[in-house]
């Protein structure tokens, strides 16, 4: 393939423009992508869907992550415009980190890769509010097929990986300017080998509060308030660089509700029944509280490593 072909390649296929990021997950080995698979030198191959995504998975997935009943239902959610002011803050705060690497585009770019990243939206935001002028890659994870396919079609400079948030991350060190966790797993000890020099974690995560006419209205499960005490432990090793809780008012349609309790942990939990009659009985127009942390975290230099939560 000539120069120009691999460049316009690259363009129309994000997971071949950030190939150079990624590592063979049975040899450690650097990867080259194509339409079909992704190869390492050593022979290693990992098929491709017909969706786009790869699977760089040394042996299958033990855990399916979201079905896809779930992703869809977030999908929902996140275009309806309910969870925009949340979109807006994720994505401010992580172009912030992008831009403030001073890199542009290309292979040096600043890069973000998003653990548990669902249907892509929020990784998609960041990419776009950091703009063409830095011209970021961004790599989401995900267990669920569900989520990777949406995620693979997110945005152009977006590719998306079967995997698991908890194990040996496909990437290579340093490889990541930013990873976020969004309402997904975190893992701290990958965070310390794929982060770059001055890199970032931004973890998005409920307050006390979220959602709470629902809690109370539905029976969504509790947000448990000893998780913000948890976080902190498990980050040991990063510095706080800022901490913004998104407040807001939504006013969802009954459908709108369904969606977001079909979206959550309280999907696996509740009788569909029992959620209907009882979305029938909130008052006409209520409205939802979102609360919603934005804590974006640098590694401080030589810190120790400590376990995964
Ligand atoms: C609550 S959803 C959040 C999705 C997305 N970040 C968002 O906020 O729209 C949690 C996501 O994490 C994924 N997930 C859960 N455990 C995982 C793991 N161990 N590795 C990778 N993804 C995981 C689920 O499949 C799901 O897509
Ligand atoms: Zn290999």
Avoid at 24 to 30: E, I, R
Avoid at 81 to 87: E, F, I, N, R, W
Avoid at 164 to 182: H, K
Wanted: glycine fraction near 12%; aromatic fraction near 4%.
């Amino acid at each position: 393939m000539s120069d120009a072909d691999a460049a316009r390649d690259v363009v129309a296929d994000p997971l071949a423009g950030v190939a150079d990021l990624l590592r063979c997950p049975v040899c450690g080995g650097a990867v080259e992508a194509d339409r079909r698979a992704v190869r390492c030198g050593a022979g290693h191959a990992f098929d491709r869907a017909r969706q786009g995504y790869a699977s760089l998975l040394a042996r299958p997935l033990r855990f399916h992550g979201d079905d896809a009943k779930m992703v869809g239902a977030r999908g929902a959610v996140l275009e309806s415009g309910l969870y925009d002011p949340l979109l807006r803050a994720v994505a401010d705060a992580g172009a912030d980190v992008l831009s403030g690497t001073g890199a542009g585009p290309g292979p040096d770019g600043p890069v973000a890769v998003d653990l548990g990243c669902g249907t892509g939206t929020y990784l998609a935001g960041v990419l776009e509010q950091a703009g063409e002028p830095v011209g970021a890659r961004g790599i989401g994870i995900d267990a669920s097929k569900a989520a990777v396919r949406a995620a693979a079609r997110a945005h152009p400079r977006m590719a998306a990986l079967l995997g698991d948030a908890w194990a040996e991350l496909p990437m290579a060190d340093a490889a990541a300017d930013l990873i976020m966790s969004v309402f997904a797993p975190r893992n701290a000890s990958a965070y310390h080998r794929v982060l770059a020099p001055g890199g970032a974690v931004m973890v998005v995560a409920p307050e006390p509060g979220h959602l709470a006419e629902l809690v109370d209205g539905i029976g969504l499960l509790r947000v448990d308030e000893r998780k913000v005490e948890r976080l902190a432990g498990a980050l040991s090793g990063f510095d706080e660089l800022r901490a913004d809780t998104v407040r807001w008012a939504m006013r969802p349609t009954p459908d709108q509700v369904a969606a977001i309790v079909a979206m959550g942990p309280s999907a696996r939990h509740l009788d569909a029944a029992r959620v209907r009659a009882r979305i029938a009985r909130l008052p006409v127009g209520q409205t939802v509280t979102g609360a919603v942390a934005v804590r974006v975290f640098r590694r401080t230099p030589a810190a120790p490593l400590t376990a995964p939560e």
